[in-house]
């Protein structure tokens, strides 16, 4: 459903109007028209609503212009009042000071097709919804912002897990520096205990010779 008619005018005087269905939108605006401009000014700017019906009718009076849209009563305010401020902005900026003393219809046949063309981007574009829109951003940038901490910290479980690995090999490379050592150290020493082994072994085996040659342990015949 969403906006399903849209007017612009100027105090009582449509300037133009469009409707996307077939009714009595446009005697309803114009009798809305003529409630708001009674015992007023018609430069006080104001956003009012009416209900008739299951429709809503949404007015935006500024700088005495006023953009009336109706709408489905379930398509809520904040789509509709930002309509009528886009068609606002557009319907100034198109026309300027033409507007104040334009007779009625006078820009129904080129601005009708621009009611008509916004109307439908605001019923039926997501985007047209801003704070929607603002919404689907935060969320995009939340996710993006979850994603980039999510990999900081599995970065940061894999960097725990290299000093970990790298500790753990320090470790390793001291235990086995002190084993190496250790090694040497008892290769060192067994070579020691084998070295004076075999020199004990020579020397009974040169006493057992002389004691032979001398007969008898003490050498007596060898110290003649």
Not at 105 to 116: H, V
């Amino acid at each position: 459903m969403g906006i399903l008619y849209g007017m612009v005018a100027r105090g009582l005087v449509v300037l133009a109007e469009f409707s996307a269905i077939q009714g009595n939108a446009s005697v309803i605006a114009k009798q809305i028209l003529n409630k708001i401009n009674q015992g007023t000014d018609n430069y006080i700017d104001s956003n009012v609503s009416f209900s008739h019906d299951r429709y809503v009718f949404h007015v935006k009076r500024t700088d005495g212009l006023t953009v009336l849209c109706m709408a489905d009563d379930a398509f809520g305010r904040r789509i509709p009042f930002a309509f009528l401020e886009d068609i606002h902005t557009r319907f100034v900026k198109t026309y300027a000071r033409a507007i104040l003393s334009a007779p009625a219809y006078a820009m129904n046949d080129e601005f009708s097709r621009i009611l008509n063309q916004q109307m439908d981007y605001y019923s039926n574009d997501p985007n047209a919804d801003r704070c929607n829109r603002l919404k689907g951003e935060m969320t995009q940038v939340r996710t993006i912002m979850i994603d980039n901490i999510e990999k900081v910290l599995e970065r940061g479980g894999r960097l725990e897990m290299l000093v970990e690995k790298t500790s753990a090999m320090n470790n390793n490379a001291i235990r086995f520096k002190s084993q190496s050592r250790r090694y040497k150290n008892n290769l060192w020493w067994r070579n020691v205990r084998l070295t004076v082994a075999l020199i004990l072994i020579f020397v009974i085996v040169i006493y057992i010779m002389l004691a032979f040659i001398c007969h008898g342990p003490l050498l007596a015949s060898c110290w003649r």
